[in-house]
């Protein structure tokens, strides 16, 4: 008896396999072989191209071929060849197999809900403890951690896998404490289980007891160095970051590229820009990938180095790297910075696919530009996109309204970030108001805004208030900003030039001399340029 099969290859039409006359007892294990490496190169298509060709073949498909099917179209979401494989397990008699039915419970969690998957599992008549760990996984991917940590008890049997899991699980919800308890009950432990702690603690916040798991560890891996590097990367510590990297003795191009981007996301771009220096001159045999390429392009954005960039540019097309809408939305954003709107505008219209971080590069550089109605433009066309702004694109289109002079746009649009949008103001949208309101004389109303303020406001936004001060000729607001500034920077000599103009321009003279005293008994240098009067 032969295999009889509807033609199932994707995208055709795929309905149940039928058979005829008996299977072939031929084997298949170099059929399912080469199903598993096509799923292992991430081509779950041709991974059911060929199962689907087993049996016109003259091979029937075994449980282990059928269970990698089912991952294939989980890949792809492919309900309807997952149906069509289903009915198959039955008339196979694989139904009750172990491997396909775990591949169809977690293919129905994925696409048909848990009471589904959960269903499929209890129907298992022998299960193992690869089928709980697959259970146990949905009940996590679910966000079900109370499911979660009844299966993890009722399992019979536990290995490594199981602990990583359900410790994985606790620290994704940020219970740290119960996934220390958990690891520290661990039978055994390998390097997924140090570094799902690293991770829990870092998401957390707790670098110090990130760092304490990392120093037990008694053997790390790549994993494990770059979760501490991003780590150090989230709160700032680039120097621990370095520290970090400095340990390392090969370095790949995953933890060159976390080094890089350490830098460039954290206002050091000529490190970051050495960094890759260093990188391409290694006789490591490390290439560079998109990644290394857009932590660069970012960094000569904040230099506002479009030399270099373009040089970047040459030097892409030179090893074959294409520009993905990543890569673009990088260019556009050192464009805008350098000047360069238009050719910003027209990698734009070349994106695939535009997206929030797309739309607030170009937002953005129409604010700096002075190109305020294309600013707005731009955010109602991204709202009829139905992209939603983020904290960044308030930024862009804060300097937009501000570098127009637009007070009453400006105050309407950092109302509508919390009251419509739910954005909470940062420290730097404050200071874009300040400023706005400064330039346009409205002092009183800046202090205000200063001192309603859920934050600290930083040395910027007393800078504005001070620069403004002095351009109205207030003196009384323009002292209280200097004494913040004395006190956020007090070796900063710009503040006291600025205050001593302020003095100099209302004709209080004698108190402008104080300040130049002030300045030479702190020993304080004039900046190259700066004059004490103009």
Known sequence: MRWKANRQLPGRRCRCLSFSSSPSPSPSSSWTQAIRSAAALGRPRRALALYADMPRSGYCPDPFAAAVALKACARIASKLIAASIHCQLHKLGFHSHVYPQTALADFYSK??????????????????????????????????????????????????????????????????????????????????????????????GDMGMAREFFDEMPIRNNVSWIAMISGYTKCGDVVSARNIFNQIEKKDLYIWNAMIACYAQNGCPTEAIQSFNRMRKLDSGVELDEMTFSSVISSCSQLGNLRFGLWIEQYMHLLGIELDDHLRTAFIDLYSKCGRLEKSFELFAELRKRDIVSYSAMIMGCG???????????????????????????????????????????????????????????????????????????????????????????????????????????????????????????????????????????GKISKAEKVRKMVEEKGLSKTPGCSWVE
């Open 368 to 506: 700096i530009n002075g190109r305020s109605n294309d600013a707005v433009e731009l955010f109602q066309r991204m709202l009829g996109e139905k992209i939603l702004p983020n904290s960044v694109t308030f930024i862009g289109l804060l300097s937009a309204y501000n570098h127009a002079g637009l007070v009453e746009e400006g105050y309407r649009c950092f109302a509508s970030m919390s009251k419509k949008y739910k954005i909470a103001p940062m420290v730097d949208h404050y200071a874009i108001i300040v400023d706005l309101l400064g330039r346009k004389g409205r002092l009183d109303e800046a202090y205000r805004l200063i001192r309603k303020m859920p934050m600290q406001p930083h040395v910027g936004i007393w800078g504005a208030l001070l620069m403004a001060s002095r351009l109205h000729g207030n003196i009384e607001l323009g002292e209280i900003a200097a004494r913040n500034c004395f006190k956020m920077e007090p070796k900063e000599i710009g503040y006291y030039i600025l205050l001593a103009r302020l003095y100099t321009e209302v």
């Open 111 to 204: 696409f048909e809900g848990m009471e589904a998957a959960r269903k499929l599992f209890d129907e298992i008549p022998v299960k193992n403890v690869v089928s709980w760990n697959s259970i146990l996984s949905m009940y996590l991917r679910a966000g079900e951690l109370e499911l979660a940590r009844r299966t993890f008890h009722e399992m019979p049997v536990r290995d490594v896998v199981s602990w990583n899991s359900i410790i994985s699980g606790y620290a994704k919800a940020g219970d740290m404490d119960t996934a220390a308890e958990l690891f520290d009950r661990m039978p055994e432990r390998n390097s997924a289980s140090w570094n799902g702690m690293i991770s829990g603690y870092i998401n957390r």
